[in-house]
């Protein structure tokens, strides 16, 4: 009996903890964003990103949303495969019911060739959740406005 017991504890603990890790936040979040660069660095003290979120949050298999992002870096690499930090920064995603926000909490910029830059970023939740995300896309600087567009999960 007892050892009936001890193998009940230990498959319920294997699966409880199998559960967490497969959810890297909670809400659960996976999908697409895209959106413009309104404020560089440079002028606003920190870079300034709007767009929208099409995916996965919570049970919610199609949700949209909107995203804001403002984040510090260092100075953009010019040669490719150079790399800067993403220092810091602040996010939010807003959809008509809902506000999940946290804090950039690191990260890195990576030029790619013809004026673009693979960026890698962990967003962290604060309110509305709990856990951490990540970014990873491209950043085109050759519009007139720079454009964005990647996934978050």
Known sequence: MKNGIRVFVFGL???????????????????QVAGLELCPE????????????????G??????????????HGD????????????NGVWELRTLFR???????????????????????TFHLINGGVGTLTLDGTLDHNPLIPTFGGTLQ
Not at 13 to 26: I, K, N, P, R
Not at 42 to 57: E, L, P, R, Y
Not at 76 to 87: Q, S
Not at 106 to 117: L, P, Q, R
């Open 42 to 57: 440079f002028i606003c003290g920190s870079a300034i990103f709007a767009g929208g979120f099409q995916g996965k949050i």
């Open 13 to 31: 603990a294997f699966v409880l903890c199998a559960s967490v890790a497969q959810a890297a936040s909670v809400p659960a979040i996976d999908g």
């Open 76 to 87: 953009l690499p010019t040669e490719i495969g150079d790399c800067t930090p993403i220092y």
């Open 59 to 72: 049970i919610n298999s199609d949700a949209t949303a909107g995203m804001i992002v403002s984040l510090t």
């Open 99 to 121: 506000r999940i926000s946290g804090i950039v909490t690191g990260g890195h910029i990576v030029y790619i060739g013809d004026n673009k830059f693979h960026v890698t970023a």
